[in-house]
């Protein structure tokens, strides 16, 4: 399972892939992964070749700081559980990374 940071690295990886003719399906997630998560990236390993996991908490979604600041982040356990289903790709980047200016 690979960690990727940067949305360029991403976009290197999967542009590869898609000219391999792979099949990649996304499962989008705010982390602190559950059962429920785990049964979407069961059906996501069914239905493609390479299987991706964002984990993205936006800062968007929370109307309060303190609610956003209270969320929790599980990186290093839902790595752990994502690892054991042999995800090929965690796409972790923060806000900087993934949102533009404006957003």
Do not use: W
């Amino acid at each position: 399972m690979l960690i990727i940071e940067s949305v360029l690295l991403l976009r290197q990886h999967i542009r590869r892939l898609r000219q391999e003719g792979k099949r990649i399906a996304l499962v989008p997630t705010m982390g602190n992964l559950h059962d429920g998560h785990m049964k979407l990236v069961d059906e996501a390993k069914a239905s493609a070749d390479v299987v991706v996991v964002s984990i993205f908490v936006n800062p968007m979604q929370f109307d309060r700081v303190d609610d956003l600041a209270r969320y929790p982040r599980t990186l290093q356990d839902d790595c752990e559980k994502l690892n054991k289903r042999h995800v090929d790709f965690v796409f972790g980047a923060d806000a900087g990374g993934s949102v533009p200016p404006g957003y």
